[in-house]
């Protein structure tokens, strides 16, 4: 666990805005960064991922749910995977996923409902928390060590 973090507040007033301040916060990921995306279901994960994807370089017509895949990737290097781990049942099904050989290849991981098995992540991570604010309205919090 790090010692110091960065925490940053966005609020996005649409889905546009969402993948918008997805394309931004890519630009601010080193390569291997492991991005964890929590908050409750249709918060958005998944639409801040397709935005940090799309910052990455990867063909929008690609980014896709996962939902059905759990690992999805693409992109030329630098690669993007995009993992959900919603129906993971438990801690050995996640770690039969085999994130670690992910993480070592320098992509960007983006793991949707990663906080459900903490045992799979890295200690150096983003984590970003995503909660409704109204409708349309998502306060977005970007937790960094640093
Ligand atoms: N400001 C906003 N940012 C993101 N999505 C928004 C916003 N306002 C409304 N939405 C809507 O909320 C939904 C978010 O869905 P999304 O699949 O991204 O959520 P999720 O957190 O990945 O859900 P799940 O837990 O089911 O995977 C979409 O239907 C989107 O159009
Ligand atoms: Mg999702």
Redesign the pocket.
């Known amino acids: 666990v790090a010692l110091t973090a960065t925490v940053e507040i966005h609020r ?4 546009e ?2 993948i918008a301040l997805g394309e931004r916060l890519a630009r601010g990921l080193d390569p291997g960064a492991v991005v964890v995306l929590s ?1 409750d ?7 801040l991922a397709k935005g940090i994807a799309k910052g990455l370089g990867a063909d929008p017509e690609e980014v896709t ?1 996962p ?1 059905f895949t759990l690992i999805h990737e693409y992109g030329r290097p630098p690669k993007v995977y995009h993992v ?1 781990l ?1 129906r993971i049942e438990d801690a050995r099904q996640a770690a039969r996923l085999g994130l670690e050989e992910l993480y070592a290849g320098g992509a960007v991981v983006l793991v ?1 409902w990663g906080e459900r098995f903490p045992e799979v992540l890295p200690a150096e991570r983003v984590e970003i928390h ?1 909660e409704r604010d109204g409708d ?3 306060l977005i919090r970007v937790r960094k060590a640093s």
């Not at 996005?12 to 889905?15: I, K, L, M, P, V």
């Not at 279901?41 to 639409?47: D, R």
Request: hydrophobic share 15%; glycine share 18%.
């Open positions: 996005t007033s649409s889905e805005q969402t908050g279901l249709g918060a958005g994960k998944t639409t749910s939902t959900d919603y949707e995503l349309q309205g998502r």
